[in-house]
Nanobody, 118 residues
């Protein structure tokens, strides 16, 4: 089992920045990738950014050049994944979810609201 706790959402004006954090604990040695997804009202959840154990990253075309995913290890007890979001646009408004993937399962955080005003 992996537990995920997200933080860092909020209200920001267009052009501003936010940093989301996701702290993973539990069976973290079984995690092979982590990522951030988002879901806007009336839309499907979509992948925003992902990072593998090897450090490879991928991004949705809509956020390339504006968002950066990174991670930090704390011994073997916790992994924190960050999503630095710059040059935010109103269309980035959504609930953002952290995801961790093991060989058998995906785990999700509770979600954090990001609202970008125009």
């Amino acid at each position: 089992q992996v537990q995920l706790v997200e933080s860092g959402g909020g209200l920001v004006q267009a052009g501003g920045s936010l940093r989301l954090s996701c702290a993973a604990s539990g069976s973290i040695l079984s995690i092979n990738a982590m990522g951030w997804h988002r879901q806007a009202p009336g839309k499907q959840r979509e992948l925003v950014a992902g990072i593998t154990n090897g450090g490879s990253t991928n991004y949705a075309d809509s956020v390339k050049g504006r968002f950066t995913i990174s991670r930090e290890y704390a011994n073997n007890a916790k992994i924190t994944v960050y999503l630095q979001m710059n040059s935010l646009k109103p269309e980035d408004t959504a609930v953002y979810y952290c995801r961790s993937s093991t060989w058998g399962s995906n785990y999700w955080g509770q979600g954090t609201q990001v609202t970008v005003s125009s």
